[in-house]
């Protein structure tokens, strides 16, 4: 009889093991899967914050080039009403995509004019050059008549 019992209290020994470790099977499964979900979530997390800190810094750099263009910081435009239309200006720009929208156009603008200024840095070279060879000319031309 005590050795039927024994036999008994070893397999409900046995069984009891078998359950507790297929309970810490169960339980590593779920913390390898919640440290699996909490490393996705701080990655995503840093790359949210990441990309906030550039989106500030972009619009930081956008309203620094907006106040260049305005001539606030370097005091480039003295005339008063021309800050004063400027300033009208870019306070009706309430959105990144309209800043965006406008400094494109500024960009283009000074793309313009700095084309127009090589091309009349290039036609005043060139006449410089004709007016030398001329004056060069006339010079030899009195020489010769001396």
């Known amino acids: ?22 309970v810490q099977q169960e339980r590593d499964r779920a913390w390898e899967s ?14 949210r914050r990441s990309d906030i800190q550039m989106a500030q810094q972009s619009i ?3 309203k620094r080039e907006v106040k260049e263009l305005k001539g606030i910081q370097d005091g480039l435009l003295p005339d008063a009403d021309t800050n004063l239309s400027m300033n009208t200006e ?5 959105s990144i995509e309209a800043v965006k929208k406008k400094l ?3 960009m283009k ?3 313009r004019l700095q084309h127009a200024l090589k091309h009349e840095q290039e036609s005043h070279a060139q006449t410089r050059q004709s007016l ?4 060069g000319d006339a010079i030899d031309s009195l ?4």
């Open 34 to 47: 919640a440290e699996k979900w909490r490393k996705l979530y701080n990655t995503e997390c840093e790359q």
């Open 60 to 62: 930081e750099k956008l």
């Open 143 to 146: 020489k010769r008549k001396m």
């Open 132 to 135: 030398t060879t001329a004056l």
């Open 90 to 94: 870019i306070e009706k720009l309430n």
């Open 1 to 22: 009889m005590t050795e039927d019992l024994t036999q008994k209290w070893l397999g409900e020994i046995q069984t009891l093991q078998e359950q507790l470790a297929q």
């Open 104 to 106: 494109l156009a500024v």
């Open 109 to 111: 603008e000074c793309d």
